[in-house]
Structures are given as structure tokens and as C-alpha cells.
């Protein structure tokens, strides 16, 4: 320390170093000749360390100045090392991918970063002083900053996502991390805010919410009932429209055993077994009874992201209309057969190996008939009419073995058969049964078309043979009582 009478009566120039001591009679002179304090800074190595100091000078009379020195060495050092923090701040913020950017509660944005001009595409110098609001859709904009308005030195931070506009004109998603700053008072100055684009995840996020939208549909309308089980035989889903058949809603028997939900009947314990051979890892279907309906179930085993089975899976599809009109069907076959069989007109069906197309010629057409025409099914009755014991003796036979190709009649059937659009009733044919004799059966029958193609014939026929030998008699017996009668009238 130097004491203080040192510096009296001797010059600057004698105290300073030469280049310290001409900057202080400069700013002397100019304070003497303007009358205005002169401030400036000055580096001095005292006591072995360099310092800094502020010289304030001002005028105090004609020739006479005032000179106000301190040392602001720590001050200095300060400001050079939050000098050197903002520059580190700055850059990092300029380096980060994400979006940062400050702005006053009114949305005018003091600060952006790179990152934030270049994915809005607007240049630095014209975003200073826009609004932050401006790149926020309508719909968004009030939500947003109501958010923002929540905000308080004790709950200072919120996460937002909203849509914002993109540079090309489309809509895209952010997610920000907004920070109210506050005062010392508690007033508040600004946000800062860091962003990231999440528009693509918002899309996955909308299409998974699509396709569960669709499966929840599809599984709550599907005709059926899905279920779930856990290894403890706990119901852990149930939905599907056929669970209304039941009286029963979506999952609403979660958590209810197996056991409890069947019963101990025989049947029931039957399911809980198949349940069982599932959940040891075997794929099973099983029919079954329930409520009055009639399932056809399928059950999975359920394997968890380990590959162990945790559970397994089942659909229950409704069968009851099904077997209904199964046996409804039946039944109807059964009647059918029956009055075939015990009808005493003979019943036939005719298939051919191949359809023949209704638009040949008659001739290429009857030519089919005898190639491809074949007995598919008959009664009885019409096997009798040719001398056979029973249906099954004659199904299969060829066409050309029932209708005698060398009788004209029989080739005229066939072309009126044809001719009159594939249906003819009481139609009288020549034919032979298996022994070669001749007999005559009256007919009714009906072609099937589909598109344009003869594909089978139906029919009905009765034996007339007897009732033409019975015609054949009367008339030879006429023929020869006219014959007598003619003969005693030439007599006479």
C-alpha cells in the first residue's frame, strides 16, 4: 500500500507509466476544456498482479481537476466470465437440434435459435418482434396460451402439443417445454420455450387409434364371441355381438373363474377341460351348449413376449341357425326321398359329363344327349320299368341304353324336347328294358339351363306298356271283326 501523502506534489507522469499518463492528461485537458466528467479504464501491474481501474475526471476551476480512481479488477473479471458464459450459452442453444426460442407474454418473440428459423423457414431478422402465435393454428392458439397463463413461480413448467404451421404451407405437431421466468417480485418477464417435431408420431399415434377403433368395432360386432383366459382360468376379456344372445356386455365377466361361470354340469366341465389341454399348449375345437344355443368353439394357446404361455384365446361362433336350417334341410331331403321313393311314377335326374350349349345345331345337341347324358338318380318305380330290382342297380347307366337311338319317335322326342325350350309333358317314348323287350313310357320333363348351358334334366314317366298292348289287341280284334263283317257281305 502506498501512503497517501506519496502522490502529493508530484506529477502524473512521475506516478503512472508513460502510456497511462498521457491518456490522463488527454482526458484532463478535454474535462478542463469541456467541463464534462471524463470516465475511462486503465490495466496497472500493482504489488506483482495485474488490476484494473476507472478513472472519473472532472473539472473543479480553471486549471484545477478532481480525479476519482477504483480498482474494478473483480468486477471486470466477472463481467469477462459472464462475458464468456453467454458466448458458451449461446452457442449451445444455437447447436441444439431442438427448437428454442424466448418471447414476452403478449407471444413477441425476443430469441430464437437456428434450429427453430430453419424449421419454420423464416429468416432470423424478421422473426425478432413477430408473434409466436403466428405459426399456431386458430383452433390451438387460445389452449395453448391458457396453458401458459396457468403457469407460476411455484408450477413454473408445462408440456404442450399443438399443431403448428410448417414452412410449406402444411399442418405439423410440436411438443414444447415451456417455462414461465419470473421476477424476484413474482412478475412475470418471459417464456422460454424447447421444442421438438413430433408430427410423425402423432400420425402413428392417429393410425393406431384408427386401427383400434376398426378391431374394437370388429370385435364388438363381429357375430361371435372372443374371449381370454390367464393361466388361473380367470376370464381377462370377453367381447363380440354374441355375447347379447347371452345377456351379456363386453367384458363384463373379467375376473370370473371358469368354474364359476359354467357350473359344475357335465357339458360345462368338458369346456373347462378343453381350456385346460390349451393352456398345456394344444390348439383344440370342441362343440357346445350354452344357453339354449348351439357353439362351435376354437381355442389358442396365448404365448407372452417370452414364449411362455400366459393364458389362452378362444371364439365361440354362433352355430344354432346354422344346425337349424341344417336340420331343416334334412328333413326336407328326408321328405323328398321319401316321396320318391314310395311315389309309383317313376322319378329321374340325368346329368351330363359336360353342359352343351343351347345355341348348337338339334342335330349337335341330340349327338351330346346320347355321348354325355348318364341316370344320376331315380326311385324304384322307374328301376322296375326296366326290369331292375331297385335304384341302385340302374344309376349310371348311359342314355343310349334306356332310348333307342334307331327309333325315329325317339330322335323326334328329343328335337320337340329341345324345340320347346327344354320342357315337355306327356310325351310318349319307345324304349327297351335290360332283357331287350320293348316297352312305351309316357313323359315329363324339364332341361335345367344356367348361362346358356343344358346341364342336367328332371322328369317324371308312367309305363304305358300294357296299356298299348291292351290299345294293340282291341285294335286287331277290330280290325278283324271289320274284316269278317266285309267278307258275308261279298257272300250275299
Excluded at 503512472?16 to 492528461?25: G, L, T, V, W
Excluded at 408445462?158 to 404451407?169: A, D, P, Q, S, Y
Excluded at 320293348?438 to 346341364?455: F, R, S, T
Excluded at 308312367?462 to 267278307?487: F, M, P, W, Y
Aim: aromatic share 8%.
Amino acid at each position: 500500500m502506498v501512503p497517501p501523502g506519496y502522490f502529493l506534489g508530484r506529477r502524473v507522469g512521475d506516478i503512472m507509466p508513460p502510456h497511462i499518463a498521457e491518456s490522463i492528461m488527454q482526458f484532463i485537458s478535454k474535462a478542463l476544456s469541456t467541463g464534462m466528467v471524463q470516465i475511462f479504464e486503465y490495466d496497472l501491474h500493482v504489488n506483482e498482479e495485474d488490476h484494473s481501474f476507472e478513472a472519473r475526471i472532472a473539472s473543479c476551476g480553471a486549471n484545477e481537476v478532481l480525479i476519482l480512481a477504483r480498482d474494478i479488477t473483480e468486477s471486470s473479471k466477472a463481467l469477462a466470465a459472464l462475458q464468456k458464459s453467454e458466448t458458451r450459452y449461446r452457442a449451445i442453444v444455437e447447436d441444439q437440434t431442438e427448437m428454442i426460442c424466448r418471447f414476452q407474454p403478449d407471444g413477441t418473440i425476443t430469441f430464437a435459435n437456428d434450429s427453430y428459423c430453419r424449421y419454420f423457414g423464416i429468416d432470423r431478422h424478421l422473426l425478432m418482434g413477430s408473434n409466436v402465435k403466428e405459426v399456431i393454428p386458430s383452433e390451438d392458439r387460445e389452449s395453448t396460451f391458457a396453458r401458459l397463463r396457468s403457469l407460476n413461480p411455484i408450477n413454473p413448467v408445462v408440456m404442450i402439443e399443438h399443431k403448428v404451421f410448417l414452412k410449406n404451407g402444411a399442418i405439423g405437431w410440436n411438443r414444447w417445454t415451456d417455462r414461465a421466468i419470473f421476477s424476484d417480485s413474482g412478475e412475470l418477464r418471459e417464456y422460454q420455450a424447447i421444442g421438438i417435431e413430433i408430427t410423425e408420431r402423432k400420425r402413428v399415434e392417429e393410425a393406431l387409434r384408427e386401427n383400434e377403433t376398426r378391431l374394437r368395432m370388429l370385435t364388438n360386432q363381429i357375430p361371435a364371441i372372443l374371449w381370454s383366459i390367464d393361466n388361473n382360468l380367470r376370464f381377462t376379456s370377453s367381447v363380440g355381438s354374441g355375447l347379447k344372445r347371452l345377456g351379456l356386455k363386453p367384458n363384463e365377466i373379467i375376473g370370473v373363474t371358469l368354474h364359476k361361470f359354467f357350473g359344475p354340469s357335465e357339458t360345462d366341465n368338458i369346456a373347462i377341460h378343453m381350456h385346460r389341454q390349451a393352456l398345456d399348449g394344444t390348439p383344440v375345437s370342441y362343440p357346445h351348449e350354452w344357453g339354449g344355443s348351439s357353439y362351435q368353439c376354437y381355442l389358442e394357446p396365448l404365448f407372452g413376449s417370452d414364449n411362455e404361455i400366459v393364458g389362452c384365446i378362444g371364439v365361440a361362433v354362433d352355430v344354432t341357425d346354422q344346425q337349424n336350417a341344417q336340420l331343416a334341410l334334412t328333413r326336407s331331403e328326408e321328405r323328398y326321398r321319401l316321396f320318391i321313393q314310395q311315389s309309383s311314377e317313376g322319378i329321374w335326374r340325368i346329368e351330363l359329363d359336360s353342359p352343351i350349349n343351347i345355341s348348337d345345331s338339334l342335330e349337335n345337341q341330340i349327338e351330346q344327349f346320347y355321348k354325355l347324358a348318364r341316370l344320376a338318380e331315380c326311385n324304384d318305380a322307374f328301376a322296375q320299368m326296366y326290369e331292375f330290382a331297385s335304384a341302385s342297380e340302374i344309376i349310371g347307366i348311359p342314355l343310349d341304353k334306356l332310348l333307342i337311338r334307331t327309333d325315329p319317335k325317339n330322335i323326334e322326342f328329343l328335337f320337340a324336347f329341345i324345340q320347346s325350350g327344354y320342357r315337355l309333358t306327356d310325351v310318349e317314348t319307345h324304349e327297351q328294358n335290360k332283357n331287350g323287350d320293348d316297352i312305351y313310357i309316357l313323359n315329363n320333363l324339364i332341361g335345367v339351363v344356367e348361362n346358356g348351358l343344358l346341364v342336367r334334366a328332371w322328369g317324371t314317366q308312367q309305363n304305358i306298356t300294357e296299356l298299348k298292348r291292351s290299345q294293340h289287341i282291341a285294335l286287331a280284334e277290330k280290325q278283324s271283326k271289320l274284316e269278317s263283317d266285309l267278307q258275308i257281305k261279298t257272300l250275299v
